[in-house]
Every structure is written in C-alpha cells, then in structure tokens.
C-alpha cells in the first residue's frame, strides 16, 4: 500500500510532488512529521488539493492528454520495433531463437509497464509465469533481462526530454511516471510485432526468385569492370602526442560515508532524533562488519544480506553490554556468544527487521530521487523479503501458523504497577522527610521540592512519558490561566515519539495542593529555562535516560531490593516493571470511566477510529482536569510542606552529586584540623 507522492524516510513520512508554476519547474518536498501512513495519505490528499488550486490560479497545465499519451506509445513503438528488426534482419540466428528471445523481454517490458521502471522481481511475478505455462529456467530469464534492463536505464532521460519537447508535455512526477510505463508498454508490443513479422521460411531466396527473374536492370557487378576487393576500413590510431582520454571511472561511495550523510540530512529536517541516529549507525555498523568492512555500496551483492542475517543469528542478544565487548568490538561479542547458552544467543526478528529497516533508509536516501544518475545503488538491486522471515502476507497456512505463535496480545508483554506497589515506591523519605539533598532515600527531616520530589508522583497520576515530563520547559507552563496547564511539543532540547503526542495537559490539581504552583515561581525567579533543570545532563541522550538513571532506578531498588513479583529473565537480560509501567496502570484506572476519546487526548495516542484520529478536535481541558482528577487517589497520603524548599542556586543544574559534596566536606574538615593544629 502506498501513494506516488509518499515516501517513507526514517520513520516520518515526506510529501513530494514536482509542478509547473508560471511556465517554471517548482519542486515540492514537505515532511508531514508522522510514521502513520493513513495520518500521511490524509494530509497528502489535503496537499494535492492546495496544489492543484495553486495549479489553475496560474493557469498550468501539468497532467497528459490522451492525443500526447497516443502520440509517445506510437513513437516508442515504430523506435523499438526498428531497432528489433534491423537486428533480426541478415542474422544467422534460427527464426526462433528470434522469436524466443522477443517473447521474453516482452514479458519484461509488460513488467516493467504494469508495475514501474523501479519495481523489484518477486517470488509471486516468477510463481505467476510458471503457472502460465512458462518453465522456471524462463522465468528466471525473464527476473535477469528485468534486472539488466533496469541496471542499464530502461527508460533514458534524453528520451523523456525529447517526448516533452516534442508533444508539448510538463516535465512533472506523475508525467514522467507514465510516459516511462508507456514506454516500455510500447517496448512489449514492438516485441511481439517483431515476431509476428518474423520469416518462418527455411531459404528466403526461393521468394525472390520470379522478382530476380523479371529485373532487366543492367548489372552492378559488370558495369565498372573488375575491381580490387574492398578494403576494411580501420581507424587510425590516435597519435601518440594526442592519447584518447579514457572514459571517466565513477567514483562509488562507502556505506558508513553514505549512513553519515543521511543521518545529516535527516536531523537537519527534524526527522531523526538522538535515539534513532543511534539506531542507524548500529544497524549499518552490524551490516558493514557482516559485509566484510569498507563495504562500498555499488559493490553490495544478495549473500551481503544473507551475511548479515547470520551474523545477527550468531551475536548475543543482548550485545555490546560488557567492557571487554565495547574494547574488542563484534569478535568480542561473538567470542562470548560462544560461551553463552542457546537462548541467548541470536537477535529477535524484530530487531533484525529494524535493522534492515535503517539499512533501507540509507540506501534508499543513497540512491536518490528516481532517475538521479549521481545517485549510489547496488548493481542488482538487494531483495530483503527472506531477511524479513515473515514479513508481509503470505500463504494462508503461514499466516494461520503466525496467528497461532502471537498468542500475546500488546498489553500482556508489558506488566502495569499495582495500586499497592505505587503507594510503595511513594513511601519513601523523598515526601515523609530525608536526610539531605544528596541522601533522598535516607530518612531525616527534609523536604526537597525539585525532581526527584515531583517527577514520581506525575507518572501514575499522568500516566506520561517521563522523557516528555523531565523535559518540559518553563516556556511550556502556563499556570496563570484559569485551568493552569502546560503544552507537550517538539522543542530543540527534547523530540515527541510522534505528532499525536502533541497536546496540552492541565496541571494536576493534586500538584496544585502539593504547591506546584508556587515552585513554577520560584524556578522563574532563579532565571531557569526547565522545569526541572537537574533533568538537563549533556552525557545523557535523554531526559528519560537521565531520570531513570539519577532517580528512578535508585527509587525503584529502594522499594523493590529483589525487584516485583513479575520480574523474570528474557533473552539473556532480566526484565521488571519500569517507568512505562505507568501508562497501563494510568490508562487502566480511567478505562469505562472516561470516554475513549478523552483517553487518548491525555496520554497522546491516536483516535482509536478514523474519525476520532482524523476529524475529531482534541478534548477541551475541562474535560482533562475532571478525567485526570480520578487518579488522585494514588498520591492523595502525600501531605503538603509548604512552603516550598527549592535546591540552593548552585544546585539547580544536574550534577554536583553526593560524592563531590562529600570530597568538599572532607577537604574543608582537614582545612579545618590543619588551622587548628598551626594555631595550637
């Protein structure tokens, strides 16, 4: 499924479309900044329509008309059957051989007609010749004279050029797109008038023999008289001062150059954030190592694709977590797979897929636009279909065997925290009293109003990701409205998982009561920009990275020394509840007891029907304060200190954690002994 003015680029979806706009070429190319492909289709429906309105204010013609469409299919045709029978005429070959060899690239032409000049073989193109009759051997012949059609340019620019100037057509996306199918339709069908047109006569001087008969011209051998035998004309070799200059040698590119590049591209627009960057260089770093390192992509073959899937089959699935694997690279993760047992050895076919979902966006951003001859490709095109075991649709049996092995739906994967487990993690001296800003867990008489305070409690009464909760900033507070609120948007310092997430959450009236409000001021006061600005860390990739490591872990420890009762063991790791564990418990509690519509508002999903994720506005925030109100009851034995206790200024930044506090101490003690001891 999938649309010509759609493009799946790193995970977001980009509108492109090229139009003619006051007799000028004008190319368009939009991110639409959503993975969601019926999201996508949408808003390039609403985009075609603005185009085309632009199109006639100016008055531009941009499509084909039917004479011109006529016009093309004629000319390719007469072209082709040309050069076909200027080959066929004088050769030695059987005429069946001719016509053996013209019934084959006609089925590839109609291929390329009905499918692209871009479109890639399939196992169900060969299955459909051979269940026409065809032999296999033929129809791989067929998939080889595809493969070298396309490697070759089936269709050339200088053709297309010379249809437009010539039939008085724009050079548009959607134009070139069908004269190119046009071609090549026209290209089948001069296959197949070459054959019909073919002499099945074993000697085709017997019927010439009455006109030779009746030709009472003079004769051409005897009107000059003898003559030398004609000389073969040689050309002259070039002289030696003047050597012929070679042809020039394409450079190719280097797949981690060619990742490098993409992943600029791509953050350059805003599609790709820190975590996927991260992402594609390990997906190209696994499959240049599995190619053999310094792999050029010209230079790529089918068994690179079948290396990598080994390799992946034969790394720890859960690699390059230890020391000695980071020092030593892929031999040392695949030295300890040796070591380990079965079940830990070998990625997950989800992972794998991922992987060579990042691989394809780097080739595909390589290659460039179709038709691009600066672009970088491999000789035959890759097929990743059996890389993707399972991918697609298949054959019934198959689809009903992978409906039997997915016996887990979504939500039974991911364990929610009970009731009685947050009321345990919020037991903590962190609301009851600590011993200091460098001891939250240890009691004492303290109160600290800043993250390690807050940010535990807006998980089960939010249900939010902690990356967009951590790092909001102050400019996305608004606590002087009436229903005080703040707004969840792409900012520079922190990405969204998609555009849905886009929304505005009232403040918590249990924050309220707890003096949220009052710490907004004085965060303001103090010049902050964050919300909570200890979340800010330039060594950490996230602020949910930096929340689950400061906070959350050394919480979670606390209440759980021998973690929760669902913790277990999968793939080599060990698994438990975690911050994302607070989204089912949150959505949970107000499932039957709030519309769907309102739910997927407050926790950033999409409209669970076309027309609540399409058409329907998002909820008022009076409806989200009375919905979120449901959820005090996870933090309501908090009692308030007020007023608030803020860091000390030189705190309010992440750092300066409990260790250099302590060396400080230390220093100033034996500061204090050495004075002493002088002055004694």
């Known amino acids: 499924m999938g649309l010509p003015n759609l493009k799946l680029r790193g995970g977001s979806y980009h509108w492109r479309r090229k139009i003619m706009v006051a007799g000028r ?57 040309q050069r076909i029978e200027q080959d066929q005429t004088g050769s030695l070959a059987d005429p069946g051989d001719h016509a053996t060899a013209n019934s084959l690239h006609a089925e590839a032409w109609e291929f390329l007609a009905r499918s692209g000049v871009e479109a890639r073989w399939t196992l169900d193109e060969h299955q459909r010749l051979v269940a026409n009759g065809w032999s296999p051997a033929q129809a791989k012949t067929v998939a080889n004279i595809v493969f070298d059609l396309q490697n070759g340019g089936a269709v050339s620019g200088e053709q297309l050029a010379a249809y437009s100037a010539a039939f008085d057509f724009p050079v548009t996306a959607e134009n070139v797109g069908r004269v190119r199918r046009l071609i090549c339709k026209a290209k089948a069908a001069a296959c197949r008038e070459a054959t019909a047109r073919l002499s099945w006569q074993e000697d085709e001087g017997e019927a010439w023999i009455d006109e030779a008969l009746g030709d009472e011209t003079p004769f051409a051998f005897e009107q000059s008289g003898p003559t030398a035998a004609p000389e073969v004309v040689t050309p002259a070799p070039a002289a030696e001062d003047e050597p012929t200059p070679p042809l020039p040698i394409r450079p190719k590119k280097d797949l981690i150059e060619a990742s490098e590049e993409a992943i600029a591209e791509h953050q350059k627009a805003g599609d790709w954030d820190a975590d996927t960057v991260k992402q594609v260089r390990t997906a190209i770093r ?105 991918a697609g649709k298949g054959p019934r049996k198959d689809r009903k065997r992978k409906r039997k092995r997915k016996r887990k739906r979504k939500r039974d994967k991911r364990a929610n925290w009970t009731k009685a487990e947050v009321a345990c993690l919020l037991s903590a001296p962190i609301w009851a009293g600590t011993k200091g800003i460098d001891h939250r867990l240890t009691p004492g008489t303290q109160i600290i109003h800043d993250a390690w305070y807050w940010l535990p409690l807006m998980l089960p009464l939010y249900g939010g990701r902690s990356s967009e909760l951590a790092g909001l900033g102050l400019a996305e507070v608004h606590e002087q409205e009436s229903i005080p609120y703040f707004v969840i948007d792409y900012t520079e310092d922190r990405p969204l998982k998609n555009v849905q997430s886009i929304r505005k959450l009232p403040i918590h009236p249990e924050l309220i009561r707890l003096g949220f409000i009052d710490y907004i001021g004085e965060l303001r006061r103090a010049g902050c920009t964050m919300l909570f600005p200890e979340m800010g860390s330039a060594d950490s990739s996230s602020f949910a990275s930096t929340f689950y490591k400061t906070i959350f872990s050394k919480l979670q420890r606390w209440a759980f020394p021998e973690g929760t009762d669902w913790r277990r063991r999968i793939g080599g790791a060990w698994k438990d509840k975690d911050v994302h564990s607070y989204r089912g418990l949150a959505t949970t509690a107000l499932k039957g007891r709030v519309s769907d519509s309102v739910r997927c508002d407050i926790f950033g999903h999409e409209g669970e029907t076309e027309t609540a994720s399409t058409y329907d506005d998002q909820a008022d925030l009076q409806l989200k304060f009375d919905a979120l109100t449901l959820l005090t009851p996870f933090t309501a034995h908090i009692e308030p200190h007020l007023p608030v206790r803020m860091r000390p200024q030189d705190r309010l930044r992440h750092g300066a954690s409990w260790r250099q506090s302590r060396l400080t101490k230390a220093r100033s003690g034996s500061t204090a002994v050495a004075t002493a001891t002088r002055k004694t």
């Open 25 to 81: 070429p004008l190319p368009l190319s939009i991110s639409l900044r959503t993975g969601n492909f019926y999201r996508a289709r949408l808003m390039s429906d609403r985009l075609s329509v603005a185009v085309e309105g632009l199109r006639m204010a100016y008055g531009q013609l941009t499509g084909m008309s039917r004479e011109q469409m006529k016009q093309v299919f004629g000319d390719a045709l007469r072209w082709q059957l």
């Open 286 to 390: 696994l499959f240049d190592y599995a190619c053999g390192t310094g792999i050029m992509i010209e230079d790529l073959q089918q068994f690179h694709v079948r290396a990598f899937t080994k390799l992946c089959a034969t790394l720890p699935n859960r690699w390059g977590r230890t020391r000695e694997e980071r020092a030593g690279g892929f031999e040392a993760s695949l030295a300890r797979a040796a070591t380990l047992p079965a079940s830990e050895v070998g990625l997950g076919q989800v992972t794998i897929n991922k992987h060579l979902t990042w691989v394809t966006s780097v080739l595909d951003h390589a290659a460039g636009e179709d038709g691009d001859e600066t672009g970088h490709r491999p000789a035959i095109p890759l097929l990743f279909k059996t890389a993707r075991k399972g």
